[in-house]
């Protein structure tokens, strides 16, 4: 990431997140990503005033009459931000919590949030952040320091926590681990209680040290898991007197946060209203309210959205038709926007970004053995299971890596698979999969037999043509697949102990790199692949510890970064423990009443505090 130069104290170099610079980490994804104007991708070519609030020249239109953003969402799981959610929460936590950093909108470089200013010293290790003095939590409470010591330390030492590895692996903050820890510390047995190098130098001064420079670590402070509660608010943290017990706390209102928006009632399985917090600290809210109906299926949602009753919504792929979209107006970062005919002829705003994730079936290596994995890689197509199954909405993926933060970019990432990917690009190899299993003592009347798990309560009708096209497949190759569904929640905590033979999963990556993916993508104790002890995993392994040896912002280190990359990706080619299937494209549907920016990117958290409704 670029550097602004500026004022020095004590060696560091200071740098305001007052207004979003450009730096090197936004050249690098916009040259990947193609049409790059100047256009907003939310503005929807009216003069509507202000381009950096979205200021309609009114005093706040509609608010103090009940303006209510109504939305359908997924069913919920968690409100902690500690823990893995499914979309549902995350919509509501979305709005509850805040930060350090955020991205701006339009930009990909982090600015501030809850920080004003910041300091990182000469040697990338040391980051002093000043915070704002009006932020303030939803308990009327001032956000200081203190806070993100115990929110962080939570994190990392609560034992409800799934996301320790956001503060210890993905930002090397420094600590203390137990002597017979196998290096960094991801789980809390690991972790030496209150050992974590950051410190309130004072209410409004947090200091963060790291072991080692690492290129991406503002980045990295915009994202959900990191971001700050009240010091001692629940009781699972060692050395403090919690308030309020884990369950009460992840299951309902009682979460507190300092975001626009506050959590004020809750029935579990029907309904969320959020309020806005008359004390936010940024811009807006310029709505009274957000009213969440608690949806099980897609298809569900999009009827309430096709009734009138949702504003923003979701359109499912399996009802998605591309000749219904008219596009006229390109955004920054491949974000485009225009206009789509709903199947009842009413038209809406449309809105789509590249959504720099990927999506693959996660096979248990101890469960599944790498011929069968083989197998079941050139059985499938990845070009045709996304046209059927989710209408096109993206490019089918043979890296772990999408292509917009691939090295050298979208171009270098589809010549090589072309090139190189040994299960077939765009094709299927069914005979070589046969033959295979036979090798390996299977026919017909004595398949393979494995069970394939998919989500529930998100994409259920796409999945359920996805797992249907794979099966009828791999009975031709001699792999008898039993289906089955669970909610997001059940697949992660079923993953966690290592039950599922195969399953859906996704990664969407918090910052522009490779690693932030990659990092799944190698052998490790939070890998759910579980795969480990072959001559690919020794060489994805080495070539990772280069990654974490070289993290620095320099030219040369990204360069060995980039190189190590590429070999992490071959490795999992070698063995492939998960079948990889598509990176896709998100769009995002809402009615004319309501005035709404696409996000520029999936670094951008759908946050409603600058939305406006029209009366």
């Not at 990947?32 to 939310?42: H, K, L, S, V």
């Not at 203390?176 to 950051?198: I, K, M, R, W």
């Not at 070698?574 to 709404?596: A, G, K, N, Q």
Request: aromatic share 10%; glycine share 8%.
């Amino acid at each position: 990431m670029g550097e602004t130069p500026g004022t020095t104290e004590g060696r560091s170099t200071r740098r305001s997140f007052l207004t979003a610079a450009g730096g090197a980490s936004v050249v690098a994804l916009a040259g990947c990503t193609g049409d790059d104007t100047d256009d907003d991708p939310g503005d929807t070519g009216d003069d509507t005033g202000d381009d950096e609030t979205g200021d309609t020249g009114d005093d706040d239109p509609g608010v103090g009459d009940d303006d209510v953003l109504q939305l359908s969402i997924a069913p919920t799981d968690s409100f902690d931000n500690i823990r893995t959610k499914g979309d549902g929460s995350e919509r509501i936590t979305d709005q509850i919590y805040a930060g350090l950093m955020t991205h701006p909108e339009g930009g990909l470089e982090p600015v501030g949030e809850i920080a004003t200013d910041v300091s990182i010293s000469d040697d990338f290790q040391t980051y002093t952040f000043e915070l704002d003095e009006d932020a303030t939590f939803h308990n009327g409470e001032p956000v200081r320091a203190q806070d993100f010591v115990y929110s962080w330390e939570r994190l990392l030492a609560s034992e409800n926590t799934q996301e320790a590895r956001h503060i210890t692996t993905d930002i090397p903050v420094a600590h203390e681990v137990t002597a017979d820890s196998p290096g960094d510390a991801v789980y809390p047995d690991d972790y030496v209680e209150g050992s974590l190098a950051v410190e309130a130098v004072d209410d409004h001064t947090l200091r963060m040290e790291l072991r080692r420079p690492w290129h991406s670590t503002l980045e990295k402070l915009t994202i959900g898991e990191v971001e700050v509660i009240p010091e001692g608010l629940v009781d699972d943290v060692p050395g403090y007197d919690g308030e309020l017990e884990f369950d009460e706390f992840q299951s309902g209102t009682a979460v507190v946060g300092a975001g626009p928006f506050e959590f004020v009632e809750f029935d579990p399985g029907s309904r969320a209203r959020l309020e806005a917090f008359d004390e936010y600290f940024g811009e807006g809210p310029h709505i009274d309210a957000i009213e969440m109906t608690i949806v099980d299926d897609d298809d569900a949602r999009y009827q309430r959205a096709l009734g009138g009753e949702v504003d923003i919504f979701q359109v499912p792929e399996v009802q998605y038709d591309s000749d219904a979209a008219v596009i006229n107006r390109e955004g920054e970062f491949g974000a485009r926007e225009g206009r789509y005919t709903l199947e009842d002829g009413t038209e809406v705003n449309y809105g789509e970004w590249q959504n720099v994730d990927t999506r693959y079936l996660i096979c248990n290596a101890q469960r599944v053995p790498k011929y069968v994995r083989q197998a079941i890689a050139l059985t499938v197509n990845q070009q045709q299971l996304l046209e059927e199954a989710f209408a096109g909405l993206g490019v089918p993926a043979y890296m772990y890596t999408p292509p917009t933060v691939f090295p050298g970019g979208a171009q270098a990432y589809f010549e090589k698979a072309e090139e190189e990917y040994p299960y077939g690009y765009n094709e299927r190899r069914p005979n070589e999969a046969r033959q295979l299993m036979e090798e390996n003592g299977h026919s017909a009347d004595d398949p393979f037999e494995i069970t394939y798990t998919h989500h529930s309560d998100r994409q259920v009708t796409e999945n359920e043509i996805q797992a249907g096209l794979i099966r009828d497949q791999l009975q031709a190759v001699h792999i008898d697949m039993e289906i089955n569904q669970v909610p997001f929640g059940t697949i992660i905590d079923r993953a966690i102990d290592g039950e599922l033979d195969i399953f859906t999963l996704g990664n969407s990556i918090d910052y522009p790199e490779a690693d932030d993916t990659l990092q799944y993508a190698v052998p490790s104790d939070g890998n759910f692949s579980n795969w480990f002890d072959t001559e690919a995993t020794a060489r994805a392994a080495d070539a990772w510890d280069r990654v974490l040896e070289n993290g620095g912002p320099s030219e040369e280190e990204t360069q060995i970064r980039n190189e190590a990359y590429i070999e992490i990706e071959e490795a999992s080619w070698e063995d492939i423990p998960d079948i990889l299937l598509r990176h896709p494209v998100e769009t995002t549907f809402w009615r004319d009443h309501v005035e709404y920016r696409t996000p520029t990117s999936p670094f951008h958290r759908p946050q409603f505090n600058t939305v406006r409704l029209e009366n």
